[in-house]
């Protein structure tokens, strides 16, 4: 996105500070919600383990390492590919302030979401798809705040769900 491109969405939520408030708390809010709800699922299944569960314990193995591994691989193809942040253009301002350069993609933020709730969906399939559709505002938020390219949050959470539901499912 160039920076003409993002002025109109940078004008709009300026022009309407509710907005803008609601944006910038879901941005911040949203990856906390996917967080605690990855330290549920965890904390569930180790306690249903330590009631004589023995059964659940490659579960609980699968949904500490598959997370694990997914975002390592995302951390590393972050690192080599090191691409540029929206923001690092000339006359992009973005709505949400970051000092971060490169490394933009894919969005790590997006990834961590997405396989969050892949984790879950073979856990509880109602709580896996409410993640998805909280990783795909996520992803909107990103983008709208201009931390991130539409490419980025879309790769992200296609890694993200992707290996994570094959890692889950082996």
């Known amino acids: 996105m160039t920076p003409q491109q993002y002025k109109p969405i940078h004008d709009w939520f300026t022009a309407r500070p509710a907005a803008l408030a609601l944006l910038l708390a879901a941005d911040r809010g949203l990856p906390l919600i ?43 193809l972050r690192r080599a590919l090191n691409r540029p942040r929206p923001y690092e253009q000339p006359g992009f301002v973005p709505l949400r302030s970051k000092s971060t350069r490169g490394q933009s993609f894919p969005s790590r933020h997006a ?27 996520l992803c909107a938020c990103r983008v709208l705040t201009g931390v991130h390219r539409v490419p980025d949050v879309l790769a992200g959470a296609a890694l993200g769900f992707s290996l994570g539901a094959l890692g889950m499912w082996i």
Do not use: F, N
């Open 111 to 137: 990834l961590s979401s997405a396989v969050i709730a892949a984790a879950w969906l073979r856990v509880s399939p109602a709580v896996g798809w409410g993640l998805w559709v909280l990783t795909a505002v």
């Open 34 to 76: 996917s967080a605690a709800l990855y330290g549920v699922l965890l904390a569930g299944l180790g306690m249903q383990v330590y009631q004589g569960e023995a059964h659940l314990m490659p579960l609980l193995a699968r949904a500490v390492l598959v997370p694990a591994a997914v975002l390592g691989i995302g951390s590393g």
